[in-house]
């Protein structure tokens, strides 16, 4: 007897995924790693423009604040909104700003001078666009896995993420140097154009309405009630935002100054930066089959090399060895990554996804703009040296302090429910509007 018509085009198009990675997982892989091509690209072409237009490394940092200032700004209302509206719609609407904002950017810069407040401006635009992109993003991820394929779900999804910053990180520079910053930005518009399409396909047919909530502020309480009653979140966002601050300004101020400095100049550092996003692709191969029981106490342990780049400066290692320290550090964080966004997924209300991701988002990263400020200063008053053994010891510290919460020690992972009632991955609905990514984390 002959199948059903049906059957055919259904594996087909089971064949050309794998079988637990449904359709809506699928799109948001794919989109993610669009937009990551683009961006990682357009980072470096941003500065580049600045400084062909004539500005100053100082303007340089004006036009990345400007970026960083609204994401902190717009992040919980960003949250909000995405567990109040269609996920779906905010990330459309997130990428057509984003586009938007990067063509005219690239326009600028291919057409004439471009003035520093109005790179400033634009890139705020593009900050902007990500606050709201991100929690609604990251809820849209985690809802569309079912919780016995979400750690490899998660460990794929990071992987791509990370793969698509290295190659588009290269790929940018390569295209700078032979066709210029502006086309590079253009470049990006497109991506997100493409990844704003893509997203737009997301299935939510079987998502039903949402309940009426009692407005934004009430949706906002609501949400950091549930983060503030959960002692293994709010520690854990605490420590990172010291660990973010820190990091960060390791590597954007104090890791070019010892290569310009010690390592022979910029080629060393790009190098090592180079072998900490091989360690995060490594990270996400080995959580693909490793499924730790206590989720967050092995999370936590490998945030500890993280403190390693910063000593590894201090010293300074030679490059092989800063290149070391950095692949294992990149390994380690994506182990830690991919164990939260999977307790973040079996803890957390799926229609409170991103409310909670934005708070986690806020905390991350609310003094990292402070951090790269005062890294200057502070160098000026304590040494280079000394600054660097400091941001190792507050990493050190921090991490050491979240070990002592209890549910981080203890926290277990879920057994997988039954699959009589589990809802299979290749046909789990969409984000969920009725109740309802991407995150450090």
Not at 222 to 248: D, H, K, M, N
């Amino acid at each position: 007897m002959s199948s059903p018509p049906t059957t055919p085009s259904r594996t087909t198009a089971d064949r050309r995924r794998l079988p637990w990675a449904g359709r809506n997982y699928t799109l948001l892989t794919g989109a993610a790693v669009v937009t990551n091509l683009g961006s990682h690209g357009a980072l470096i072409a941003s500065a580049f423009a600045v400084l062909e237009a004539g500005g100053s490394g100082g303007d340089v940092g004006l036009v990345a604040a400007a970026r960083t200032l609204p994401l902190v700004l717009f992040l919980l209302i960003g949250g909000a909104l995405a567990d109040r509206l269609p996920r779906h719609h905010v990330m459309v609407a997130a990428n057509a700003l984003n586009c938007v904002s990067q063509a005219a950017f690239a326009v600028l810069v291919l057409t004439g001078h471009p003035q520093l407040w109005q790179m400033m401006l634009l890139t705020a635009l593009c900050g902007t666009g990500q606050a709201f992109f991100n929690p609604a993003a990251e809820g849209m991820l985690l809802s569309s896995v079912s919780g016995e394929h979400a750690n490899r779900a998660f460990a794929l999804f990071r992987m791509a993420m990370n793969g698509a910053g290295i190659g588009g990180a290269a790929l940018g520079g390569a295209m700078i140097a032979a066709i210029g910053p502006g086309w590079v930005l253009a470049v990006d518009a497109a991506a997100f154009a493409i990844a704003g399409a893509m997203r737009a396909f997301l299935d939510v047919s079987r998502v039903s309405g949402r309940a009426p909530g009692g407005g934004l502020l009430a949706d906002l309480r609501e949400g950091w009630v549930e983060f503030r009653t959960r002692p293994w979140l709010w520690s854990i966002v605490l420590q990172f935002s010291v660990v973010v601050a820190v990091v960060g300004a390791a590597e954007a101020v104090y890791g070019p100054l010892v290569a310009r400095d010690r390592l022979g100049g910029p080629a060393p550092w790009g190098l090592a930066l180079g072998f900490f996003g091989i360690g995060t692709i490594a990270g996400a191969v080995l959580m693909m089959v490793w499924k730790p029981r206590r989720l967050l106490l092995v999370g936590t342990l490998c945030v500890f090399p993280l403190a390693l780049p910063s000593a590894g400066l201090a010293v300074p290692l030679p490059v092989w060895g800063l290149c070391t320290v950095m692949f294992v550090s990149g390994a380690a964080i994506e182990v830690f990554g991919v164990n939260w966004m999977t307790t973040m997924h079996q803890e957390i209300p799926e229609e409170k996804f991103s409310r909670v991701s934005a708070y986690d988002w806020f905390g991350s990263v609310s003094m990292l703009p402070l951090a790269t400020a005062v890294a200057g200063p502070v160098e000026s008053a304590f040494g280079r040296t000394s600054a660097l053994w400091g941001c190792a010891a507050l990493v050190v510290l921090g991490t050491a302090a979240v070990l002592f919460v209890p549910d981080v020690r203890r926290l277990t992972r879920k057994p997988a429910p039954a699959k009589a009632a589990a809802v299979p991955a290749a046909t789990a609905p969409g984000p969920a509007e009725a109740p309802a990514g991407v995150s450090p984390g």
